[in-house]
């Protein structure tokens, strides 16, 4: 059976729509039938329970923002019905320091190999490097599944 949606952290009330979904599609998730109220896009999030207007929504196990109006189990969730529950804006500037290094020639290293076509090589990685907290745990998973490639 394909995979159509995604809860990311078993405490998520939403879920995401790995592919198109349709109205009247139903789901069971964690022993509760989630019947899809509208056809949600894929990449898209939909509501695992009922919201009220000003209720968190958990997705990555954080609240990413709020209900903007009362929202049925099953509804489409998008930027017309979550608002962030960030304040204001964050005035940024981006000043960067030139610095220069003095290294001396003599130093310098290459730690890679040389083939025996005369080519050299390096050795290729793939660094995962999260820029938020809220999703180490996918990270990890992404980690682990590539490890055992």
């Known amino acids: 059976m394909e995979t ?10 939403v879920a995401v729509a790995i592919v198109n979904l349709f109205a009247g ?6 022993n509760t039938d989630v019947t899809l ?13 009922d919201f009220a207007e000003g209720e968190n929504i958990i997705k990555y196990g954080y609240p990413i923002g709020h209900a903007v109006m009362v929202k049925k189990k099953g509804d489409w ?12 804006l964050l005035e940024y500037t981006y ?3 030139n610095v220069s290094l003095d290294i001396p020639q003599k ?6 190999y040389r083939r025996k076509n ?3 090589g390096i050795r290729n990685e793939i660094w995962i490097i999260p ?12 980690a682990e599944g590539l490890r055992s490639e």
């Open 25 to 30: 599609e139903t789901f069971l998730i964690h």
């Open 37 to 49: 109220n509208e056809d949600i896009p894929a990449g898209h999030k939909f509501a695992l329970k």
């Open 77 to 88: 969730l998008n930027e017309n019905t979550i608002k962030t529950n960030l304040a204001g």
């Open 118 to 120: 005369g080519d050299v």
């Open 4 to 13: 159509k949606y995604l809860q990311i952290n078993p405490v998520d009330n």
């Open 131 to 142: 820029t938020v907290g809220c999703v180490n745990g996918i990270v990890n998973q992404l």
């Open 95 to 97: 000043n960067p320091i």
């Open 107 to 112: 130093s310098l290293t290459f730690k890679g």
